[in-house]
């Protein structure tokens, strides 16, 4: 089973760009589908962007579609979220997941479809 740990969180101001990082211990990452999420205080965990096993599509939630991109290295492990153009409505808690037995080329959107999350990374932006 891979675990994983997500970096690169901070706080940042309206407009900033921030990128995080999820790494991925115990398992090769080529073998999952991998998304993001995030959790803001009192809301539930929401969908923000999804990549397929081999890193060849994405898929975005609409309140980041144009700013945020997803990417994965396999070789080093590790899924990327680059934030451009970050809101104070961005703040919240920034999870990484990963999909075991995955159809290769499909994305998953739904929390129940993961099965291995981080820990979380907090995200803060200042208007």
């Known amino acids: 089973q891979v675990q994983l740990v997500e970096s690169g969180g901070g706080l940042v101001q309206a407009g900033g760009s921030l990128r995080l990082s999820c790494a991925a211990s115990g398992r090769t990452l080529s073998t999952y589908a991998m998304g993001w999420f995030r959790q803001a205080p009192g809301k539930e965990r929401e969908f923000v962007g999804a990549i397929s096993r081999s890193g060849g599509s994405t898929y975005y939630a609409d309140s980041v579609k144009g700013r945020f991109t997803v990417s994965r290295d396999n070789a080093k492990n590790t899924l990327y979220v680059q934030m451009n153009s970050l809101k104070p409505e961005d703040t919240a808690v920034y999870y990484c997941?990963?999909?075991?037995?995955?159809?290769?080329?499909?994305?998953?959107?739904?929390?129940?479809?993961?099965?291995?999350w981080g820990q979380g990374t907090q995200v803060t932006v200042s208007s």
């Open positions: 997941a990963a999909r075991s037995l995955s159809f290769s080329g499909y994305l998953y959107q739904k929390t129940n479809e993961y099965n291995i």
